[in-house]
């Protein structure tokens, strides 16, 4: 829950002084389930920079699409917080 609310805090901290100017969502299977992908382009005072999540139930989690299996563990680090 700490994690949660410091990525959130983050974020609000971040969008008070960047904006979204692009936006795309790609599929990611993982364990033959088919998760969201968001890649957003983010223009911020120092230039523009890409980020990436992965959308488990409604909730998104960072990770670098260049690196190999990381959004797939994104995927798995959001299942693991699922409340079942």
Same mark, same amino acid.
């Given at each position: 829950?700490?994690?949660?609310?410091?990525?959130?805090?983050?974020?609000?901290?971040?969008?008070?002084?960047?904006?979204?100017?692009?936006?795309?969502?790609?599929?990611?299977? +993982? /364990? $033959?389930?088919? @998760?969201?992908? !968001?890649?957003?382009?983010?223009?911020?005072?120092?230039? =523009?920079?890409?980020?990436?999540?992965?959308? +488990? /139930? $409604?909730?998104? @989690?960072?990770? !670098?699409?260049?690196?190999?299996?990381?959004?797939?563990? =994104?995927?798995?680090?959001?299942?693991?917080?699922?409340?079942?």
């Amino acid at each position: 829950m700490l994690k949660r609310s410091a990525t959130l805090i983050s974020l609000f901290v971040l969008s008070a002084c960047a904006s979204v100017s692009n936006e795309t969502f790609s599929p990611i299977v +993982v /364990d $033959g389930d088919t @998760y969201q992908l !968001r890649t957003r382009t983010i223009e911020g005072p120092n230039g =523009a920079y890409e980020t990436t999540s992965a959308r +488990v /139930d $409604g909730i998104y @989690y960072l990770c !670098r699409i260049n690196s190999p299996g990381d959004c797939e563990a =994104a995927v798995r680090r959001g299942l693991e917080e699922l409340p079942f």
